[in-house]
């Protein structure tokens, strides 16, 4: 069934703001070196043998689980399976944990048992202030291993235990998730290339 009258002043309004919110991803130098260095130390973590651990709540879990399965499976070629595990599939786990120790351990807990030195934990959270996010990124660092944000124009607490911040430039929560999808594609794009000698086309 068609809708008869004026498309509603809300479609093309959303549809600015997120052109907006790419154009300054466009234009933000800074942001974009980020977007690299942490495809670099990814590459780093899985040519060395480490895994690449994402976590997230609600949106920002559902991010990185694309992720992580855009990397174990496939992205653009065909090519062998990279370890990339988003920490909140098994629910057996993520409520014994929450039960136990509070959710705000329920990621931390994991990084504790999967994680080791020379891993990388990305942590997604469109505030930065999730308190499990930030708990799973303190104890990624005890373990010593690398840490790396995608969040929003604040950041929130969560920056100052990253050792890299990607920093969608906005203060809405759709607007910056939108960006979070368009940077994590670029980033397992070029994962996938330069781990598999593939040149861009």
Same mark, same amino acid.
């Given at each position: 069934?068609?809708?008869?009258?004026?498309?509603?002043?809300?479609?093309?309004?959303?549809?600015?703001?997120? $052109?907006?919110?790419?154009?300054? $991803?466009?234009?933000?130098?800074?942001?974009?070196?980020?977007?690299?260095? %942490?495809?670099?130390?990814?590459?780093?973590?899985?040519?060395?043998?480490?895994?690449?651990?994402?976590?997230?709540?609600?949106?920002? %879990?559902?991010?990185?689980?694309?992720?992580?399965?855009?990397?174990?499976?496939?992205?653009?070629?065909?090519?062998?399976?990279?370890?990339?595990?988003?920490?909140?599939?098994?629910?057996?786990?993520?409520?014994? $944990?929450?039960?136990?120790?509070?959710?705000?351990?329920?990621?931390?807990?994991?990084?504790?048992?999967?994680?080791?030195?020379?891993?990388?934990?990305?942590?997604?959270?469109?505030?930065?202030?999730?308190?499990?996010?930030?708990?799973?990124?303190?104890?990624?660092?005890?373990?010593?291993?690398?840490?790396?944000?995608?969040?929003?124009?604040?950041?929130?607490?969560?920056?100052?235990?990253?050792?890299?911040?990607?920093?969608?430039?906005?203060?809405?929560?759709?607007?910056?998730?939108?960006?979070?999808?368009?940077?994590?594609?670029? $980033?397992?794009?070029?994962?996938?290339?330069?781990?598999?000698?593939?040149?861009?086309?």
């Amino acid at each position: 069934m068609k809708t008869k009258g004026k498309v509603p002043d809300l479609v093309p309004e959303r549809i600015r703001e997120a $052109i907006g919110v790419y154009s300054a $991803i466009f234009n933000d130098a800074d942001l974009q070196r980020n977007v690299q260095n %942490a495809a670099n130390n990814i590459i780093e973590s899985l040519k060395a043998g480490g895994k690449l651990l994402l976590c997230g709540n609600g949106g920002s %879990a559902a991010d990185a689980e694309h992720m992580a399965a855009e990397l174990s499976g496939r992205f653009n070629r065909h090519r062998p399976a990279l370890y990339a595990e988003a920490l909140h599939w098994n629910v057996a786990e993520l409520t014994a $944990i929450s039960n136990d120790y509070g959710y705000a351990q329920v990621f931390a807990r994991q990084v504790e048992a999967r994680g080791k030195k020379g891993d990388l934990l990305l942590a997604i959270s469109t505030s930065g202030e999730s308190e499990n996010v930030i708990c799973a990124l303190e104890k990624a660092r005890s373990l010593g291993m690398k840490t790396a944000l995608l969040t929003g124009k604040k950041g929130g607490r969560a920056n100052s235990q990253s050792d890299l911040v990607i920093s969608v430039p906005s203060d809405v929560t759709a607007r910056i998730q939108e960006g979070h999808l368009l940077l994590g594609h670029i $980033i397992c794009e070029i994962v996938e290339n330069q781990m598999f000698h593939q040149a861009e086309e």
